[in-house]
């Protein structure tokens, strides 16, 4: 009795042992083997920001996370049809190094920026376009010429003006109805972070009152261009930065120095001995002066190549020339720099 409880105990503790000894006997003959491909198991494209594609098995893909330290960040995943998959097996190297980590040996495919779609092999794969590409078609181009076109309320600070007239020292100031301003904005982007633009508007701003010395007239008149009011054509070389923040949205900040075409129109406001003209009553200037902008606001990226814009604008004409005190005996003084501020919708198209 005894000896077969002593014979049934070393069985037991036999049987894991000879477990081991197999299991031990079996890892070293598949050593020199290859595991067959499965037709359950297909073969997926990990494309990496950098462009590398690493050809892998769709059941690699969870076993490990990719963060892909050495391609400029985690990878996407392309998937590829079967069928077109290398056929054969796929060899079996030491199952602890890093390089066998999903139980095969990838397929790298060379990056090339300028090839789109090629054979990725000599197996039959096509690869997917570059990463450059890929990004483009979401986003559109970032390299090339560009047109805004833009538009929104004008707001013109007081002109303020003097003069000597028959000797006696005057001054006038103009103060202006919110009025409207209109954009074409032809440029070229360097890159994703520099854009040369050529900013050309067209402002204009009723006039709302006027001060003579001290007394105030307001205009009469209704809203429309033929009325009393000051008219601006900038035409400024402008250089823009812009700061992608996400896929769609891109922040900007630009200026430029340049001329603006100012024109003032008086039609019949004032009693007939002050300003621009005692004698018609009426009376006009215009002048080229020295001018910079500003601008700042948001691109929000509707389509590829297509962005809506909401955008601040800031011009300021330095001591414009206004001939607001004309006749023999009368002085045109100095006039103050002045500012227009917008709020500006519009739309860009990249080339």
């Not at 070389?237 to 996400?246: A, D, G, H, N």
């Not at 406001?269 to 902008?293: H, I, K, M, R, V």
């Amino acid at each position: 009795m005894e000896h077969n409880i002593l014979r049934r105990v070393k069985s037991i503790r036999l049987f894991p042992i000879l477990g081991l000894i197999v299991m031990e006997v079996q890892g070293s003959e598949n050593q020199g083997l290859q595991i067959v491909q499965s037709p359950a198991d297909p073969y997926v494209m990990k494309v990496y920001p950098d462009g590398t594609k690493l050809l892998v098995r769709w059941s690699e893909v969870g076993k490990a996370v990719d963060h892909g330290e050495k391609h400029g960040g985690s990878p996407k995943i392309v998937a590829y049809d079967s069928k077109q998959a290398p056929s054969g097996p796929v060899p079996v190297e030491d199952s602890g190094s890093k390089k066998n980590m999903f139980g095969g040996v990838p397929t790298y495919v060379p990056y090339d920026p300028g090839q789109g779609y090629k054979q990725a092999d000599a197996e039959g794969l096509t690869a997917i376009p570059s990463a450059r590409r890929s990004a483009e078609s979401d986003f559109g181009p970032t390299e090339g010429f560009v047109l805004g076109l833009g538009f929104g309320p004008s707001f013109q600070s007081n002109l303020s003006t003097s003069g000597v007239d028959g000797g006696v020292p005057e001054t006038g100031e103009v103060n202006f109805a919110p009025g409207i301003r209109f954009d074409l904005v032809p440029g070229y982007n360097l890159n994703s972070y520099v854009r040369f633009e050529l900013s050309t508007s067209f402002i204009y701003n009723q006039f709302h009152s006027l001060r003579i010395n001290g007394e105030t007239y307001y205009a009469s008149n209704n809203f429309g261009f033929s009325s009393s009011g000051l008219y601006q054509i900038p035409i400024i070389p402008s250089v823009t930065f812009r700061l992608p923040v996400e896929k769609e949205i891109t922040l900007y900040l630009g200026g430029g120095f340049g001329a603006n075409f100012v024109y003032g129109t008086l039609l019949g406001e004032l009693p007939d001995n002050t300003f621009l003209n005692s004698n018609l009553n009426s009376g006009s200037s215009s002048s080229w002066n020295y001018a910079w902008n500003l601008t700042t606001g948001i691109d929000w990226n509707v389509m590829p190549g297509l962005d809506l814009n909401f955008g601040y604008k800031c011009l300021s004409t330095l001591n414009p020339v206004i001939d607001a005190w004309e006749g023999g005996d009368a002085v045109q003084g100095p006039t103050q720099t002045f500012f227009n501020h917008t709020a500006s919708l519009g739309l860009t198209w990249r080339f």
